[in-house]
Every structure is written in structure tokens, then in C-alpha cells.
Nanobody
Framework: QVQLVESGGGLVQAGGSLRLSCVAS??????????MGWFRQAPGKEREFVVV???????YYAGSVKGRFTVSRDNAKNTVYLQMNSLKPEDTAIYYC??????????????????WGQGTQVTVSS
């Protein structure tokens, strides 16, 4: 089993920045064998794709965050990061990280991810 734990959420003013972290762990778990995605869910809305980074560092961003958010991973620390700049009120959501057992894939579909964290709240005030 794989455990994913997000952190770094909080309250920030519009135009500000936050950095989210997601630490992965588990028995016989090899972080570099997973593509890692970030999704978010705003109140009353469906969960939506934000970004994915595969094991070789290839990325795919949602159009709404491209140019403002940056994903990275540190395989030695079993951690994926999401640097969020120029935040907008519409970025307010619970942010989830997820692990895909297909390490080279860059999927935007939640159904392709095998493990999920509990989420961290990001609130952007106007």
C-alpha cells in the first residue's frame, strides 16, 4: 500500500504564492516508479486535473495554471512539489496528490491514478 501526505496549504491573498508538498511512502514502494499528479476540487465542483510529472520529469499542465504553477519531484526524498505563484481566488480548492503506477504516463484523468492523498486546503482571498 502507498500513503500520500500533502502539506503546505493555507490562506493567501490574491497574487501570492504557496508551495505544496506531497510525501509518498509504503512497503516496497519505489517513488521513481510512479508518475505523480496534482488535482484540485473546489466546493460544489468536480475534481479537476492540475498537473502531472512522470518519472523522467516530463510534465503536463492544465491550461488554467500553465505559467503560474510549477511541478517538481525529488526522488531521493519521495516528494513531489507544487509551486503556485500569482494565485487567484479561483484557485481556491482542496489540492490532492495522486500516484499513477504507469511511470511514463502523463494522464489528466483521475481514473488513471491508483493512490490518493487526503488533500490540503488552499484558500485565496481577493
Amino acid at each position: 500500500q502507498v500513503q500520500l501526505v500533502e502539506s503546505g496549504g493555507g490562506l493567501v491573498q490574491a497574487g501570492g504564492s504557496l508551495r505544496l508538498s506531497c510525501v509518498a511512502s509504503g512497503r516496497s514502494f519505489t517513488f521513481s516508479n510512479y508518475a505523480m499528479g496534482w488535482f484540485r476540487q473546489a466546493p460544489g465542483k468536480e475534481r479537476e486535473f492540475v498537473v502531472v510529472i512522470n518519472r523522467s520529469g516530463g510534465t503536463y499542465y492544465a491550461g488554467s495554471v500553465k505559467g503560474r504553477f510549477t511541478v517538481s519531484r525529488d526522488n531521493a526524498k519521495n516528494t513531489v512539489y507544487l509551486q503556485m505563484n500569482s494565485l487567484k481566488p479561483e484557485d481556491t480548492a482542496i489540492y490532492y496528490c495522486a500516484a499513477d503506477e504507469a511511470p511514463d504516463r502523463r494522464s489528466k484523468y483521475a481514473r488513471d491514478y491508483d493512490y490518493w492523498g487526503q488533500g490540503t486546503q488552499v484558500t485565496v482571498s481577493s
